[in-house]
């Protein structure tokens, strides 16, 4: 299996989008992450899930978890405010590292191996020509891992 008969069509945000609407991307698709291209729809950045969640819960809770018991659930039922008037490039963390990008002919163990060192839940494959670099689709680590456990039935 090579990394362009793996990759699938995926949602791809801005770095200037709106991060509610790329929250509700993420919920309704139950993403893992999303990938973020730039203007010319080059990978940029990959948002986790799990980024978008630390965003919506306050600081002195994550420095404290004890005190997310004490937080009302009304003021819990409106965490997601938090993501109001933000964009996506709000919501990346500071040190934001490169996507991981595998090239079209990249076999599943390299896709496997570039997955694991940077602990990424996707991987972008892109092809690059005198023209630039065109986004070919997503693997993600639950795809990926579907089409090797079939590949060992």
Known sequence: MRARDLAVEY????????????????????????LVVDDEGVPKAVLPASQMIKILVPAYVIDDPTLAAVVDERHADRLCQALKGRTVRDCLSKSVPAPPVAEPDATALEVAALMAQVRSPLVAVVEENEGGIRLLGVITAAHLLERLLLAAS
Request: glycine share 4%.
């Open 11 to 34: 949602e791809t945000v801005g770095v200037d989008a709106d991060a509610m609407a790329a929250a509700r991307l993420m919920a309704e698709h139950r993403l893992p992450a999303l």
